[in-house]
């Protein structure tokens, strides 16, 4: 009997074995998998397409191409911005930067591709919608190129300059978000189009603002001025506050007015309640890497409040 025991020990211990095996190959794939889509900026892109669709449906517009245009631009110009910023990312996120330098190659390649597809996708939803593709690129020149004259002030580049630094990128994704549905569906600007538009701004600069606190050693030896910078964590957390009641305010104003129906505004405010959350972490949480990537999910709980109105009409 001792005999017979035998050979089902042994399966059972090629079992495990196996499994111990592959779930080890599991996870280490997609440990693998989930740090180069942060790394080349591939979650932002997902991010991204979220957020045209969320703006698509405020504006009351159908569904078109306009998510996998934004999409592809936005990996396009983060991932560009990495390439270029990978010296500087050597002390705030050695990891992305050793991962941009490892895959360099690549990533330029497809930096290329993706913008080259998108304003070849851009042309089919007219002129306007290809001038907005490539809006987000000229703003990147602007914002990260050497190009300030020399008038005294130490800045050669607008990423430096406190404020206007994070404006310009709020303003590039205002911008993209709220007019490219727009553009592809033909549609008019309307009263509904300035509350996306200025809705989309505060969020995108409190969403660059949060990042800024885990790179203050980078950008003070880089001579970027951010709000962590000159105004410390605390200072920061109090603006970025004040930025979030501004946005609750404007969609407050949009509901009385009736230029937003309830539903809408419902899930805006579910999404300013998470975004609370989190700057109220400013400072106070340990994993600065991580809470520099949780704002953007605050389009995530912002859209999943709004699929019920969108199956309903």
């Not at 942060?38 to 979220?50: F, K």
């Not at 969020?203 to 950008?219: G, K, L, M, Y």
Request: proline share 4%; aromatic share 10%.
């Amino acid at each position: 009997m001792a005999n017979d025991a035998q050979p089902q020990s042994t399966g059972t211990e090629s079992i495990d074995s196996l499994y111990r095996t592959l779930s080890t190959w599991v996870t280490t794939h997609a440990t693998r998998a989930g740090r180069a889509s942060v790394y080349s900026s591939a979650y932002i892109t997902l991010i991204a397409m979220t957020e045209v669709v969320i703006a698509t449906v405020l504006l009351s517009l159908p569904l078109t191409l306009a998510p996998v245009v934004v999409g592809l631009v936005t990996f396009a110009v983060y991932t560009g911005d990495r390439l270029a910023d990978a010296d500087d990312d050597e002390v705030s996120n050695p990891r992305q930067a050793a991962f941009v330098r490892r895959h360099g190659d690549v990533l330029y390649v497809l930096v290329a591709a993706s913008y080259a597809l998108a304003v070849t996708l851009s042309l089919l939803g007219g002129p306007v919608a290809f001038g907005i593709t490539l809006l987000p690129g000229a703003f990147w020149v602007l914002y990260a190129s050497d190009w300030v004259p020399d008038v005294g002030l130490r800045v050669s580049r607008l990423k430096q300059v406190l404020v206007v630094n994070s404006a310009v990128v709020a303003l590039a994704w205002a911008v993209t978000l709220t007019f490219m549905p727009l553009a592809f569906a033909d549609a008019p600007v309307t009263s509904v189009t300035a509350v996306v538009f200025t809705y989309f701004f505060l969020r995108s600069f409190v969403d660059t603002e949060i990042p800024n606190v885990r790179d203050v050693e980078a950008d003070r030896r880089t001579d970027v001025a951010t709000l962590p910078v000159v105004l410390g964590v605390s200072g920061t957390r109090r603006a970025l506050y004040g930025v979030d009641l501004g946005t609750l305010a404007l969609v407050g104003y949009a509901t009385v007015a009736g230029v937003l129906s309830l539903p809408l505004s419902t899930a805006l405010v579910a999404g300013l309640f998470y975004s609370f959350g989190i700057v109220s972490f400013v400072g106070r949480f340990e994993d600065e890497k991580l809470l520099a990537r949780l704002p953007e999910c605050e389009y995530v709980f912002v859209a999943v409040t709004l699929l019920p109105f969108v199956f309903t009409g």
